[in-house]
């Protein structure tokens, strides 16, 4: 779970030009020791953040709801941090060591459904979050939110 936006300037009546950015919190996973009895919950200390940029491709123009596809471009950096907390510095050193070795190459095709009432509305969209790292990862992505077109 983490926070973003997006911004998207229409091209054509169908087309959009979209840039993301969102930031992702760090998260506890379930970790088992060696002697296999004891459980404890880690903070893993890793936060990733994505910038993505691409064409929206949408089906009418008119009406409450939109169907879309979308392929973006972009990067996925992984900072890591000794603190369990989430706060304005951990989100600036991710910020600032984009294009260091944690910076990997990012793809992301996907696509989703908008409903409005008025200039006001909600969007959900899924994809696949492709980043290379010495191979190819994958990574399911949901996104759902406010939408606001002006």
Do not use: W
Not at 4 to 23: D, S
Not at 50 to 71: D, E, H, N, Y
């Amino acid at each position: 779970m983490g926070v973003g936006g997006r911004l998207g300037i229409n091209v054509h009546p169908n087309i959009q030009l979209e840039g993301e950015l969102n930031y992702d919190f760090q998260r506890n996973y379930t970790d088992t020791f060696t002697n296999g009895f004891t459980t404890s919950f880690v903070t893993t200390g890793v936060c990733p953040l994505t910038g993505l940029f691409g064409p929206k491709i949408q089906a009418g123009t008119s009406g409450p709801f939109r169907v879309f596809l979308t392929g973006k471009m972009g990067f996925i950096n992984f900072s890591e941090t000794s603190s369990g907390v989430v706060s304005s510095t951990t989100f600036s050193n991710s910020v600032n060591g984009v294009g260091g070795p944690g910076t990997h190459l990012a793809f992301y095709p996907g696509g989703g459904i908008e409903g409005y009432i008025g200039p006001v509305g909600l969007r959900l969209e899924v994809g696949d979050e492709i980043y290379l790292n010495n191979g190819t990862y994958n990574n399911l992505r949901i996104t759902f939110g406010p939408h606001i077109r002006f």
